[in-house]
């Protein structure tokens, strides 16, 4: 399973996640006609961890979690639930089969407004831990 799979189903698993938007998690950009409220998750820079023996095979992306909805509050409720899910968490990410996760640890937090769709959004930066892939 990869870092993005395992983020989605973590997320769509947590039932204070899916009771807010379902299975409506996206990975980079949602659909054009997707019902709100919904996230979007997206690397935002990734950086694998050197030793001097060489590669850790351990990473340290960060990533941006966008809750979208049409109300500041649907907004600041569906962030809260994210940030719920997944803020601290260290174990196996997604499940059976998951990501070996070190941690989760907030990055930053911002709120926006786009005036010409009138959707809010709180965007959330997470630094995620976890261990690389070997195959």
């Excluded at 351990?58 to 569906?78: G, H, K, V």
């Excluded at 196996?92 to 407004?113: D, E, P």
Aim: charged share 15%; proline share 4%; aromatic share 10%.
């Amino acid at each position: 399973m990869t870092i993005e799979q395992a983020i989605y189903e973590a997320l769509t698993e947590n039932a204070g996640v899916t009771a807010l938007v379902g299975t409506r998690v996206y990975p980079v950009i949602a659909p054009q006609a997707a019902t709100l409220p919904l996230i979007v998750y997206t690397l935002i820079s990734g950086q694998q961890e050197e030793s001097h023996s060489g590669a850790s095979g351990l990473a340290r992306p960060r990533y941006q979690f966008d809750c979208y909805a049409e109300t500041i509050t649907a907004a600041f409720a569906l962030g809260e639930a994210v940030r719920l899910a997944i803020h601290g968490f260290a174990g196996t990410l997604g499940g059976a089969g998951g990501v070996t996760c070190g941690g989760i640890l907030f990055a930053g937090k911002r709120v926006l407004y786009e005036p010409e769709t009138k959707i809010h959004r709180v965007s959330i930066d997470y630094f995620i831990w976890h261990e690389e892939a070997t195959s």
